[in-house]
């Protein structure tokens, strides 16, 4: 029965609406902008039933049609996101380094052994954490930090879709990836929830 | 004339290796910094973690645990 079947189909679709959100909502940094590709991901995936076959790869399939309309967002305001992604006006002062190194080079905290952390990568805990510490970037490194590491975009896309130089590139990059670990360092692997 | 650099700037030069190809001469710094330095190896090691995170984050999906498995070799830039 036709009818009933896209039904179900369409149910579907919108119960993962909340996940697809969660990750429009990190990339975009833009409430409006994340339900519009959310929106338009649900709407293409109704038009086009067919070209899914395996029930359970109905989310990837999803993931894989929000990619394409989040890059279709970024480049329809790409004036805006241009402007919020230099690293000189769009989160100015955001530098850890100072931090991090003490003024002769040296770590001012030595980086600590994370172990081996199969178990670590097994549990749905740390990927909270590590998606709170990407949602704690300002919104500018987390758009970049983000293409590179969901949507999986080359340094070279990433400056094209955002207008940033190679060099603004890697120094956001850069204090996204030194942020990362501190937080990481900070809120998992130097607790270790898991151990006594 | 290979000046060895700080823990800072190798600590940049691993980070950079992430994103994007490294000099023939930084690369070499990097490695002989490694060999020397007893804080570093342990940076190294979190960088690998953090890509493996990464990289099992976005294929994570509740009802369908990824495999793992990624080496230490420098991904594409």
């Not at chain 1, 989160?91 to 770590?107: M, P, S, T």
């Not at chain 1, 080359?154 to 879709?161: G, R, V």
Request: glycine content about 4%; overall charge neutral; charged content about 25%.
């Amino acid at each position: 029965m036709p009818a009933q079947m896209s039904i179900s189909f369409e149910q579907q679709l919108v119960a993962h609406r909340d996940y697809l959100l969660k990750f429009a909502r990190l990339q975009l940094r833009n409430e409006s902008w994340a339900e519009d590709a959310v929106s338009e991901t649900i709407v293409a995936a109704l038009g086009k039933p067919q070209s899914f076959g395996n029930r359970s790869q109905l989310k990837t399939w999803l993931v894989g049609i929000l990619k394409h309309k989040v890059i279709d967002i970024f480049r329809m305001n790409a004036r805006t996101v241009a402007v919020e992604s230099n690293p000189d006006t769009g989160y100015a002062g955001d530098d850890l380094d100072g931090l991090v190194f003490k003024a002769n080079g040296h770590f001012a905290q030595p980086p600590a052994d994370w172990g081996n952390p199969e178990q670590d990568l097994q549990s749905q805990q740390f990927f909270l954490i590590l998606e709170a510490c990407t949602e704690k970037m300002p919104a500018a490194m987390g758009r970049v930090f983000l293409m590179r590491e969901w949507l999986e975009l080359s340094s070279n896309e990433i400056c094209k879709e955002l207008g940033l130089s190679p060099t603004n590139l890697y120094v956001t990059m850069h204090r996204a990836r030194l942020r990362l670990r501190e937080c990481l360092e900070l809120n998992w692997f130097g607790t270790r929830p898991g151990l006594p | 004339m290979l000046f060895m650099p700080t823990c800072k700037e190798a600590a940049a030069l691993l980070i950079a290796n992430e994103d994007r190809v490294i000099s023939l001469t930084d690369r070499t710094r990097m490695r002989l910094h490694l060999r020397a330095c007893k804080t570093c190896p342990n940076f190294e090691r979190q960088l690998l973690i953090m890509r493996n995170a990464m990289h099992q984050w976005r294929n994570y999906t509740e009802d369908a645990p990824q495999n793992r498995d990624e080496t230490l070799e420098s991904r594409a830039p």
